[in-house]
């Protein structure tokens, strides 16, 4: 792009586009540029246009507005070796929609790179006090003020010494003396350090002060052979905190439901190492588990093989094959509520070979299929245990209304899910998608077809939905 020649501008509108370009990192031309590059953007048209459109779509989505989904975290980063740990931590956060800044010691960078935070945060990671880049607008005040929640992880002995006595000779220390914010710590370090009289103390007074502590936890130390309470507090662990803090216990409308759930392929060998599949990833599955398990129920989470975390206290069973998931599924009943989410193989050979199938020159190998139990019907045309609402899913590539309406008759299930998976829209695998719920009434079908969103919204939607069926039967 050709330079920039910026002319006739307020003093106070210079001095802004100084100030923001400091607080970037970034050179007044380059400010500028970064400003007309999101002023240019197609979606860059003010929110405030279409309030009503923007409140259909969060109620459809299940989402939070995104007023909710912009809180802050100044994360402080100590120099212990559970440093590395803070690596994932940046992602838990930013997994829980929160905006991450980081604040390494000098410490620190003996064991994680600011590079390596900038890039997780997508944010340039502060190390310096006297930074005339921060510095120039206050950088340490603004730390500590333009948050809504600080973390220190790992809280190291000397940090914890430092802020229980009021030091401020660095930028995380300044950071810490000058805010009103909520102050986190996980504390880390060597288990004789975490006992000796001077950190008691200083844990004393921070306590005293208002400083909210997570762990430290009991395990094996980084040290040959020592083990006690010091270990940093897990990632997840510290990630959940840090979201308590910041918004308020949700309702639990499916509290005392259990729910099982099905997701991710099954595989099924032809031999040792071939087998038939499809793609599916099961992040729609695992997604549906966490909304629900983040609703109150007991969740029970099938899945065939996926690459995915296990969502937070969620029971998972692993299987490989089409009859390995009925019998999973029909050793977790009884429940209320399932949701058959995984796309199961609809066939398996009959016979497997024992041995690695070769290619001979001669005539193909014979594979004699037949077809594998279909769990769906199964589990909702079932006499006993029959859940009180059973949920399919229809991944379809053409008429995909028509053969959902088929498909929910056929099956005898409550309601379907149905989406489009055909190459082009990146669904299967993907992280968005675009749903129909189908649901029986009577003997009629109706169809509400949502707006494309994420997995993690379609489940949040889903399982409000579900809340909103047992609160109507059960008013």
């Keep these: 792009m050709a330079s920039l020649t910026i002319r006739k501008l307020d003093d106070a509108i210079r001095d802004e586009l100084r100030l923001r370009a400091a607080r970037n990192g970034r050179s007044v031309e380059d400010e500028v540029r970064v400003i007309l590059r999101e002023a240019a953007r197609p979606d860059a048209l003010p929110k405030a246009d279409f309030p009503h459109e923007n409140s259909i779509l969060a109620a459809k989505s299940g989402q939070r507005p995104k007023s909710d989904i912009t809180q802050r975290v100044t994360l402080i980063i100590g120099g212990g070796i559970a440093a590395y740990k803070a690596l994932d931590l940046i992602r838990r956060l930013k997994e829980r929609n929160l905006h991450v800044r980081v604040v390494l010691t000098r410490a620190a960078q003996q064991f994680v790179t600011p590079l390596a935070a900038s890039a997780l945060s997508n944010e340039r990671a502060y190390t310096d006090l006297f930074d005339p880049q921060s510095e120039f607008d206050a950088g340490h005040i603004r730390l500590a003020r333009e948050c809504d929640l600080i973390v220190v992880a790992p809280a190291t002995a000397d940090l914890m010494a430092k802020m229980a006595n009021g030091h401020a000779d660095d930028l995380a220390t300044a950071i810490l003396l000058a805010s009103d914010k909520t102050i986190l710590l996980a504390p880390a370090m060597n288990p004789l350090m975490w006992n000796n009289a001077a950190t008691r103390r200083n844990v004393a007074q921070l306590q005293r002060d208002g400083v909210v502590m997570i762990g430290p936890n009991a395990g094996e130390m980084a040290e040959r052979n020592e083990a006690g309470t010091g270990r940093m507090a897990e990632p997840t662990e510290i990630a959940e905190a840090a979201e308590a803090f910041l918004r308020p216990p949700q309702a639990q409308p499916l509290a005392g439901k259990r729910v ?16 038939i599949a499809n793609r599916s990833s099961g992040k729609q599955g695992f997604a549906i588990a966490a909304a629900a398990r983040a609703a109150g129920a007991e969740v029970i989470l099938v899945s065939g093989p996926v690459d995915l975390d296990e969502p937070h206290g969620v029971i998972v069973k692993h299987v490989e094959s089409a009859r390995d998931m009925l019998a999973a599924v029909e050793a977790a009943l009884p429940v209320d509520i399932a949701i058959f989410a995984a796309a199961v193989a609809d066939w398996r050979v009959v016979s497997e070979g024992a041995q690695k199938l070769k290619k001979t020159g001669a005539a193909l190998p014979p594979l004699q299929l037949t077809e594998n139990p279909d769990i ?36 005898g299930c409550d309601w379907i899910v149905a989406n489009d998976v055909s190459p082009s829209t990146g669904i299967m695998g993907g992280d968005d998608n675009t749903v129909h719920l189908l649901t029986r009434r009577d003997s009629e079908i109706d169809v509400d077809s949502w707006p494309a969103m994420s997995k993690d919204g379609v489940a949040t939607a889903l399982v409000a939905r579900i809340a909103e069926q047992f609160k109507k039967a059960n008013p």
């Design 260 to 275: 099982l759930i099905t997701a991710g392929p099954t595989h099924e060998p032809i031999d040792p190492v071939r087998y």
């Design 376 to 411: 769906l019907a199964t589990i909702s045309k079932s006499k006993d245990n029959r859940p009180a609402l059973v949920i399919g899913f229809a991944a379809e590539t053409e008429h995909l209304i028509d053969n959902a309406k088929a498909k929910i008759l056929r099956k």
